[in-house]
Each structure stands twice: as C-alpha cells, then as structure tokens.
C-alpha cells in the first residue's frame, strides 16, 4: 500500500493546485444538452449538433397550452422549466439550459408539427327542401339517408357537405346529381391516405295534409307567425321601402299558392297587407287556407298633435290620432286605399284599447258602461306604445315638454289588460290596485255630470269623427 502513497498525495495536490488556479468550477460539468423531450406522448428528435428538437404531435392536439417534458444533462437547469405550460401553437420555442458550471448556455428551438388529419367523416349534408338526414354504417360504406320534402325535384340536386378539416370528396361539392338512385361519395381524409366511401340515398316525404308556414324572412327579419290568426308580420327597418320588401325565405309544408309566392319575389305593402291562399301537399285534401303577409315600418315619434288632448277630449281621442298614423303596426289587415274600413277599424281599435287599459267602461261591467275618463287639463300627453315584453301601454305626462325630455318619467303607465273581460275601470281612489285617476282628469258618466265635464264631445281632426263613445261595439 505504501508504493500508492506518494501518487495519490501527487493527485490530491494537483486537485487543490487546480482548484486554487481555476476555481471549484471547473470540476463541474460544462454539458448544456437536452437529452430527451416529449409533447403530447410523442418522443422528439434531437440534433446537438444544430441544438434544435422536432417533435410531431397528433392532429387536433391544443399547443396553446402544452407541457413539454424535457431531461436535460445531468445537474444542468432549463427555462422554460420542464412540465411548464409553454404555447407551442405558432410553431416553436425556444428553450435554455445552462450547464452545471454556469458558464456554458445553449439556446434550443424546438419545433412542433401537427399530423395531418386522418378523419373521413361528413359532418354536414343538405340540399334545398331536405327535411331531415341520418347516417348508417353498412359493411365498407356509409349510408345517408336523406329525406325530401314532397314535391321537391331529386332527379337534380346539388347537395351541400360539410366534410372533415382538411379532407376532399368526389364527386365534387355543389354538383348535380340524379338521387332517384343512389349516388356514392368518397372522402379523402388530410393525409391522403385514409378514404371512407359514403352512399347517399334520398326519398320524398309523403304529402302533408296540413299547411304549415314554418319560416319567412321579409325584408331582411324574420317574420312572426301567427298560425291561429294565419297571419306573417314583421317589422322592417325604415330604409326599406314597402314598395318592394324581398322575401328570402318561406319555408314549411304547403302546395299551391295563389297568387304565386316565392322566395326572391319582391312584395308592394304600401297598400297594406297582402293575401295568399295556401293548399296542401296533398291535393286530395281539399282544406285551403288565407295568409296574411304584413310589413310594417316602426311607430315614428309621436307630435304633439297626436299625443296631447285638447278641449273636452277623452284619452280615446288620442289614441285614436296616434293608431292612424300607422294601422298596420297596431295590426290592421285590410286594404289602406279603404278609408272607410281604415276609420272604423281604427276607431274600434282605439275603443278596445281605451277599455283594456282602463279609460272607458266596458258593456261586460254594467254599472260603468258608458263611463270615460276625460281630460280638463288641456295639452295632457297620453302615449300609446308598447313595453319591453311588447304588452300594450299608455303613458301619462303632465305636458309635451315633459313627454319630449328623455329624463322625465311618465306620471303614470296603464298596462292593457289581456282581454276585455280582464279590464277594469279607472277608480278614483290611489291606492287601489289598477288605473287611476289623475288630479287632471274626471270620470264622465252618461247619467250625471257636473261641471267642468260636457256631455258634447268636440270632435277631433279625423274624418269629422262623432261624439263619444266613437263606437260603441267593444265585445
């Protein structure tokens, strides 16, 4: 053992010369290598001679959040840190390790790629009057089965897919084809080698018995449908003129229509609305229906001619000024060229509305038939319009000024009851639930009245319209 003593001595020296001379990091190690990553469960590959790692992850793998973990040479660190979230989705990152000793540091890029998509599936399928589509696996292909609705010409349809990302089918999107037979699709997958054969089969609904309209777009909205009242309305923006308003879409089961309707027709509604006869798909079934189609524009600001009550008016006469002015929108359907029909509708309207909200007795109560609520106060606003859950209301103000300052609230909003049977009458007294009545206003009443109220009536600017009640029918 003695002959080893002075070599070891002789090496232990020199350590602690080195040490002295160089410092105690140069026992440490300089390596500032990545020796292994993985993304998504897949292995990189690593070149240190360009310090750069490409790693292929699966399609359809999320890189704006991933954790890469990454070994790296022994006792050597690196930022970002290993198992740290780093967005891989613009392609690369770049990576530092700095060796044990410090002094060495090497910058990486590591790449990631996503593998193309091996996905063959239609997603979507339609055609112009599909009613509805379903799939089925069968042997080495895929059946659509897709339904018509009767009527529909399928000897030349040109049908819409929506196909995986990335992928292609023949024959070609948007061209025609014979379905009386079955037409056989392939869809190539992304990449370009996975393929799926889809065979479309497609038959005609059985003919509907009853007329539905299940959708209309009229000047850009879509319409409401009302199919107790058979009616189509919709409000359409004021740059569009009522002389043309286009129908885009009319969709539902229906056969004929006289006069004829479709879509790209462009409708005149400046005579008000328009009707159409709609019969079944099944011309055994003798059960036409009329439509009615309305488009209106919005209800313009109100002036102070319409909404202020004058001398020995009633809150009717107002209301009566503001439904002329746009019939259609509080739901006219006859001919506008007709004045007499317009003036009575309007009336009876105003009538109806004057009960529902509380202003005139109903002949359903007979102890307030005939009853009203005036005005003395000259220039009082009464606002007829519609709330955010477009119920029917009128607004009190105590003068235009008020009505016209955007800061003011009304003094009172009367909510239209939603039948006649349901209205009540305006009480005197305030704290009872329902209409009241103002300071301003009085209760007339055919059998009594006392000053300041008259049983003449002054009539209003429409027609020479007679004394109140205007008409009387309100059931």
């Given at each position: 053992m003695k002959k080893y003593g002075i070599p070891i001595a002789i090496l232990v020296l020199a350590a602690i010369v080195v040490g002295i001379l160089y410092g105690p990091d140069f026992f440490k190690s300089s390596a500032a290598e990545i020796a292994e990553l993985e993304v998504a469960g897949q292995k990189g590959?690593?070149?240190?001679?360009?310090?750069?790692?490409g790693v292929t992850v699966p399609y359809g793998t999320d890189l704006t959040a991933v954790n890469p973990t990454i070994t790296v040479s022994p006792k050597a660190s690196i930022s970002p840190a290993s198992g740290k979230k780093v967005n891989l989705s613009n392609g690369s990152v770049t990576y530092k390790v700095i060796a044990e000793n410090g002094k060495v540091k090497r910058d990486w890029t590591v790449t990631v790629n996503t593998a193309p998509n091996t996905a063959t599936e239609i997603t979507g399928f339609s055609f112009p009057g599909m009613e509805k589509w379903s799939t089925q696996p069968d042997g080495n292909t895929v059946t659509i089965n897709a339904v018509a609705q009767y009527g529909t010409d399928i000897n030349d349809l040109a049908p819409i897919f929506e196909i995986s990302e990335g992928a292609t089918v023949e024959p070609g999107r948007n061209t025609k084809h014979d379905f009386s037979k079955p037409v056989v699709y392939t869809v190539t997958a992304?990449?370009?080698?996975?393929?799926?054969?889809?065979?479309?089969?497609?038959?005609?609904?059985?003919?509907?018995?009853?007329?539905?309209?299940t959708e209309v777009i009229l000047g850009g909205k879509s319409a409401d449908i009302d199919t107790t009242k058979h009616t189509v309305r919709v409000q359409v923006a004021d740059d569009i003129k009522l002389d043309s308003v286009a129908l885009s879409k009319l969709e539902g089961n229906f056969g004929k229509i006289e006069p004829g309707l479709k879509p790209g027709d462009k409708l005149d509604f400046t005579k008000g609305a328009k009707t159409y006869v709609f019969s079944p798909e099944d011309t055994k079934v003798k059960a036409a229906e009329k439509w009615t189609f309305i488009a209106y524009h919005p209800v313009a600001e109100a002036d102070s001619a319409d909404v202020a009550i004058g001398k020995g008016e009633g809150v009717e006469h107002a209301l009566i000024r503001q439904i002329k002015e746009n019939p259609v929108y509080w739901g006219y359907t006859g001919a506008l060229t007709d004045s007499a029909s317009v003036k009575k509708w309007v009336g009876n309207e105003a009538h109806k509305l004057a009960i529902l909200t509380g202003y005139v007795g109903s002949k359903a109560d007979s102890s307030k038939a005939g009853w009203e609520v005036r005005v003395a106060k000259v220039g009082t606003v009464y606002e007829l319009g519609k709330d955010n859950d477009g119920k029917t209301v009128i607004k009190e103000y105590p003068d235009f000024k008020s009505y016209k300052d955007s800061n003011i609230e009304p003094i009172e909003t009367n909510v239209a009851a939603p039948s006649l049977k349901d209205a009540v009458f305006a009480s005197v007294d305030k704290d009872v639930a329902g209409p009241h009545v103002q300071g301003y206003e009085y209760i007339f009443t055919p059998s009594t009245c006392a000053p300041p109220c008259s049983p003449k009536i002054i009539p209003v600017s429409f027609n020479d319209l007679p004394d109140m009640p205007i008409f009387p029918a309100d059931e």
């Open positions: 590959e690593i070149s240190q001679a360009t310090n750069e790692v992304e990449d370009r080698e996975t393929a799926q054969e889809w065979t479309v089969k497609v038959s005609l609904a059985e003919p509907s018995k009853k007329i539905e309209i």
